[in-house]
């Protein structure tokens, strides 16, 4: 207990002469009698003083981390009995129309299946609960047809008039789909989210005649049916897989959201060209390549009848490319190059990286803003930095996520002109995460060569994310030289 007794006698100085004078100097020995002096070699005035202080400190830091653990483990017991007392208080305390919102922000993140408070079983846990879940119709506002016929039906009574979100699963998955649209049939005019998982699901919906969705907003398709035949005027998020829309569906205008999964050769660079430059209102465009091949088409492709170059604004441009595809990816990018997004992502999966930022003209693709990276295989990431700030003159904000990327201590590095380096210093800001290559030598130059001047204009910010080879220690003097210039999470 020597620690303690050291602890209580520097407590008691600190609370009888304030904190500033109770550490101001030595203690003057009237503190020391429980330091032990015989472990000292004879040192002479004022050091044997000054040692037995250390070692008086030493007494106190241990006492205070033995206190600091014991007061943890207390805490910890403490809340975890507390907390669902706290719980239970906050939610009798809560207005009924708060917790409606929160059941409504719970029920919304997920699929129904997996919804953190799934309507049903919040209408179980108490009275209370029932009656507020009950007086919520847009909990009740998202049907699957997983559910079973009286469920659904319960559903839809308790949605009032709310807009009906209806999940699909395919015939294999459901074999009561028939069912399942027959009862939902009546409340077709209602659907704002519909999605059509197989053909057979298609042609149920044709014979049973739900052909008119006036309130559609949001379609799901995996098959290449022919939607003309369903008036959805009000139509403007699209997500499909393995295929794109036809020419003759005719609301391709209408569409500003639409994300597409396309696989091996399931769509030619053309077709999706036209279905593409067809979308004239389109703001948000995502697209999933998976081992596409180019069939029957010459490279470069016939652009002449294309938009004009960086003509049209969208909002977002997402491109995630899996496998060896080169050539269709360049393809791909002529077909895009109208395309001006404010903000521009890219994943690329593949082990072949040469100029995969390229069309077949070998022409910059990224024209945005931001460009956003994510990388999982090796590459060179000064060499794509320089390829976007020396072709894209628009570019202020860089990401990369590349785990296993080049080191920036390099021989291009070190061998940069003056006018690449202004050029990656007009850069606002610049951001790595996960680049678990880089080392911290290297780090630093880059650091010390990108923030100069930063103090001056103000403007560059370099963003360090979970980089596995960068100590903390390393961060914070780079924090302490470049100040706001330096963001940084471990």
Not at 153 to 165: H, K, N, Q
Not at 272 to 295: F, P, Q, W, Y
Request: proline residues 5%.
């Amino acid at each position: 207990m020597d620690g303690v007794d050291a602890l209580l006698k520097l407590l008691t100085r600190v609370k009888t002469n304030g904190w500033s004078e109770a550490f101001a100097g030595v203690s003057g020995g009237e503190n020391l009698q429980g330091v032990p002096i015989e472990s000292y070699p004879p040192y002479s005035e004022p050091l044997f003083t000054l040692r037995q202080e250390m070692e008086q400190a030493r007494f106190c830091l241990k006492a205070l981390d033995d206190t600091r653990k014991r007061l943890r483990e207390r805490l910890r017991a403490l809340r975890k009995v507390s907390m669902p007392l706290v719980l239970e208080d906050g939610i009798t305390r809560l207005p009924d129309d708060v917790l409606a919102v929160i059941f409504q922000i719970g029920h919304h993140m997920r699929t129904p299946q997996r919804a953190v408070f799934p309507p049903i079983h919040m209408s179980h846990v108490s009275r209370r609960f029932r009656r507020v879940a009950l007086q919520t119709p847009s909990l009740w506002a998202t049907i699957d047809n997983t559910f079973g016929e009286s469920q659904t039906r319960e559903f839809v009574s308790r949605s009032g008039r709310l807009d009906l979100e209806v999940k699909m699963h395919g015939i294999l998955d459901c074999p009561d789909t028939e069912t399942f649209l027959k009862v939902l049939k009546d409340t077709s005019h209602r659907w704002s989210s519909f999605g059509i998982p197989d053909q057979e699901t298609y042609f149920l919906m044709i014979g049973l005649g739900i052909t008119d969705l006036p309130r559609l907003q949001h379609l799901n398709y995996r098959y290449a049916n022919d939607l003309s035949t369903i008036g959805m005027p009000m139509l403007s998020r699209l997500k499909a897989w393995g295929w794109v829309l036809y020419a003759k569906s005719g609301f391709q205008t209408q569409l500003t959201h639409v994300e597409l999964d396309i696989w091996s050769d399931t769509v030619g660079i053309w077709e999706l060209a036209i279905a593409l430059h067809g979308m004239t209102n389109l703001k948000d465009l995502s697209l999933t390549l998976d081992e596409c091949r180019v069939a029957n088409e010459s490279l470069p492709l016939d652009n002449i009848a294309f938009p004009k170059p960086r003509s049209v604004h969208i909002d977002r441009l997402a491109i995630s490319i899996l496998g060896e595809m080169r050539q269709y990816s360049a393809l791909l990018f002529d077909a895009l190059m109208h395309l001006k997004p404010s903000a521009f992502e890219m994943s690329i999966n593949s082990e072949t990286l040469d100029k995969f930022l390229f069309n077949s003209k070998l022409q910059l693709f990224p024209y945005s803003p931001v460009v956003k990276l994510y990388i999982p295989k090796g590459v060179d990431v000064i060499g794509v930095l320089l390829d976007l700030v020396r072709g894209c003159d628009i570019i202020r904000t860089v990401q990369f996520d590349t785990p296993i990327g080049g080191d920036l201590d390099n021989l291009q590095t070190r061998l940069l002109p003056d006018v690449d380096w202004e050029r990656i210093r007009s850069l606002d800001y610049l951001r790595f995460i996960n680049c678990d290559m880089f080392s911290e030598h290297a780090l630093g130059s880059f650091a010390t060569k990108f923030l100069r001047g930063q103090t001056e204009s103000g403007s560059q910010r370099l963003e360090i994310i979970s980089c596995k080879k960068i100590s903390e220690d390393f961060l914070l003097g780079l924090e302490d030289e470049f100040g706001d210039g330096l963001k940084w999470t471990l």
